[in-house]
């Protein structure tokens, strides 16, 4: 049995019920047939009223991204050109950096409704439920040598952070490197993995997780403390395909910006929207914990820290606390 | 039938012919089965004279690398604690990536007698014929960001040349940034590749190919022109073994050396090395062409290139030519 047909006999008929004789005549099955597919649409997110007596009813749609709509808002970019949509995957990462090993272009993209094995920063978990979030994974092939990888994390902090203030006017900030906060709590987060070949980058994957329309019940209770969600934090849904669709154009616009004029317009951006910047904090290093004020971006990626001593160390790697 | 049996009766009489009736006789198989297995020992390097009246004769024994010989000579090192040595393999390279992938501690080392599809840089081929040089692969996990990466290039190239030279007495000298070269001939191919999460490195593999003991019949007709080996220059053969601890010491010394005092120490080190410095070179870049003197290192790794206006350029990515 077509599993479109079945459920195109609910969508014609929104709300009401629809008895199991009746869908048993139009398409020619069993009940027990009809039962197996309402569980497996079920599975997939649809959700249905069953009545012994009425049938079943057609409560909600799963919010799955439309590719098409947005390949139509990608119109003329780059990015966004190559989509690749799946169901579940383990982690959009591994696939776009199978995919790179490959040869896949630059902005070729990778986009699932759930992770079941998101990665964060430092082999971390990532919660990724279907439906909710955007979590995705691009190539990128750019043409400067691995010195300059730290700037693309930096920049892409940028734009999301950009993408997003603008859409939903929500009081978003950087903390640096590239956690976007509301609040004090986390709302997205940022992954860049490069593959260099001596100076040479080969390819970089940059890995988007954004909490788009995730409710207070997708998150363990220990983790609301900490993370929220456009959703939670504007109190309405948003559009995915928009949200995409816009970072990936702002995303474009910066990285064209910063391949021809280098990356001290990204350095300028990025302070504006730091909440980093002006107050004490300890910073946990490879290299030791040491306490100081950030006091701005150096060309390299790496943030200035203002010691007690009044002298200024720049710090390439470290975990940054909360404000002291 | 065992062979190392076959190989015994061998070598117990060195020079010797050994019937055929005799060895079938003593290790009770048939003169057909041991006409099979001489083969295979020929496939793998040995070579036998055959006579009709006489039986075989065994003429030399391949030139194995000794993983207990080089274990021996390493005590104390912790580059070659952990040595996983092969007969034939694609690349050592992609073993030790993905050995890294999997939690491959710092200093572990992959060596093959031969490699079917050695890599150079940029995808390039590398001729890796069975027992004549050195094909080996280290995981890295230096403690720096990935910032720093390129010095890790220029480190090993100099390692490899101070410790070639001291060993062979050749006039080995470094081009920009690791071709090891005897008057003007490749004798080296280093390459390390870089696996990084934001401005984390995590993990170094870096590749070392040496040619140790080929001889001119190893090489295409049109290589000889840019590529030689020790034992061409150097009219003698030399010890695989002795040829890896001692750089593997060296390497280790230097490694030290630079995640304590930093670079400038290795940049001296570099520098004196060096056959880049004062001539006239084009350069090849991803932004385009330039012509310019290589007048010394900076702390980035990149080079610092004096133009025909005197102005000074650093170049952190680039294919040197000959000397205009």
Not at 17 to 22: A, F, L, M, R
Not at 71 to 83: A, P, S, V, Y
């Amino acid at each position: 049995m077509n599993q479109e047909l079945l459920l195109q006999l609910f969508i014609d008929k929104p709300g009401e019920y629809v008895s199991g004789e009746n869908i048993s005549q139009e398409l020619g099955v069993s009940r027990t047939a009809i039962w197996k597919h309402i569980r497996k649409l079920e599975a997939a997110g649809y959700q249905f009223e069953a009545s012994r007596r009425l049938g079943y009813r057609l409560l909600s749609i799963p919010d799955m991204l439309s590719v098409v709509k947005l390949e139509n808002q990608l119109q003329g970019n780059i990015f966004g050109q190559h989509i690749h949509y799946f169901e579940t995957v383990e982690s959009t990462q591994n696939l776009a950096r199978a995919a790179a090993e490959e040869g896949a272009l630059e902005g070729t993209l990778f986009v699932a409704e759930q992770q079941v094995k998101g990665r964060g920063r430092m082999g971390r978990g990532w919660i990724s439920p279907r439906g909710k979030g955007i979590w995705m994974s691009m190539v990128l092939r750019p043409s400067v040598p691995i010195h300059f990888a730290p700037q693309l994390t930096l920049l892409t902090a940028v734009a999301l952070c950009r993408s997003l203030k603008r859409l939903t006017g929500l009081p978003i900030g950087i903390k640096w490197p590239n956690d976007l906060l509301i609040e004090g709590k986390k709302i997205s987060g940022i992954l860049l993995e490069s593959a260099a070949e001596d100076e040479r980058l080969r390819y970089v994957i940059a890995g988007i997780g954004i909490s788009v329309n995730l409710e207070e019940a997708d998150y363990p209770a220990e983790l609301l403390e900490k993370a929220t969600s456009l959703r939670i934090s504007g109190q309405q849904k948003w559009s995915r395909e928009e949200v995409i669709a816009d970072f990936l154009k702002e995303w474009e616009q910066l990285y064209f910006l910063y391949q021809e004029q280098g990356f001290s317009p990204i350095v300028t951006l990025w302070e504006a929207l730091s909440v980093s910047l002006g107050k004490t904090v300890r910073l946990t290093t490879p290299q030791g914990e040491l306490v100081g004020i950030p006091i701005g971006l150096e060309e390299s990626g790496a943030i200035r820290i203002q010691l007690e001593d009044g002298s200024i160390k720049p710090v390439f790697s470290a975990e940054m606390g909360e404000p002291l």
